[in-house]
């Protein structure tokens, strides 16, 4: 007589049916993340390296993704509606992080890095903001704030700046193209040396029509040659 005892094989836990109560709180949490992706809601889910972008996802990885193309922009992004927003938007956390980058190299031509258009009636092209951040605030000026625009290089302002000639009298007209508001600044100095004279005032004389006036103390002979710029 075989006095073994025959056992029955253990079930695991996972072999198990689950339970109409876990089904539908499964099911529901795939509802919920499938109705979030249809309306463009990220989610926790993130892409690894070498797989697809996902819209109305996060997508993370920890390489770069590089977007190649010989015609036309290689992304573009376009953002409808009204509202405060962007439609493309890039944010550094880091000590010495940038947040957009541009460059442009070429072995011919005129290459642009960055380059902002607007084409609303009162848009604008470029918008610098810096706000007070950090804690090395100089105590002397409590509400100093931070650089808006550094520049390392030339830095030209295209017909809103320029030169202009002047022989006999003291007082000449300069057009200026982009148009003028009644509250635009004129700057104006002489570049050649004449004893005595120099420039009294410089002022917008026709907004409509784009016009600025340039003043010196007295007449001069000789041509002479004044540099202006336009701030407004």
Not at 23 to 39: E, P
Not at 154 to 179: K, N
Not at 192 to 198: E, Q
Request: glycine share 14%.
């Amino acid at each position: 007589m075989n006095s073994s005892r025959h056992h029955e094989p253990a079930i695991d836990v996972i072999d198990e049916p689950r339970t109409r109560r876990e089904m539908l709180r499964t099911g529901g949490v795939a509802a919920i993340a499938g109705v979030l992706g249809v309306l463009g809601v990220a989610t926790a889910t993130t892409a690894k390296n070498g797989a697809a972008v996902r819209a109305g996802a996060k997508n993370s990885a920890t390489q770069t993704t590089t977007l190649v193309s010989t015609k036309g922009p290689a992304l573009e992004a376009r953002l409808g509606g009204g509202g405060k927003a962007a439609a493309l938007r890039g944010t550094a956390t880091s000590s010495k992080g940038v947040a957009v980058q541009g460059a442009a190299s070429s072995g011919k031509g005129k290459t642009v890095a960055v380059q902002g258009v607007s084409q609303s009636p009162n848009g604008t092209a470029g918008l610098f903001v810096a706000n007070k951040g950090g804690t090395a605030i100089d105590a002397r000026s409590p509400d100093r704030k931070g650089v808006a625009l550094r520049t390392r290089g030339r830095l030209q302002l295209t017909e809103r700046s320029g030169d202009a000639s002047v022989s006999g009298g003291a007082e000449f007209v300069i057009p200026v193209a982009g148009g003028l508001t009644e509250k635009s600044l004129v700057l104006a100095t002489l570049q050649d040396h004449f004893p005595g004279v120099h420039v009294e005032s410089a002022s917008v004389l026709d907004a409509e029509d784009g016009l600025i006036v340039v003043r010196l103390s007295q007449a001069v002979a000789e041509p002479a040659r004044v540099a202006w710029i336009v701030l407004d």
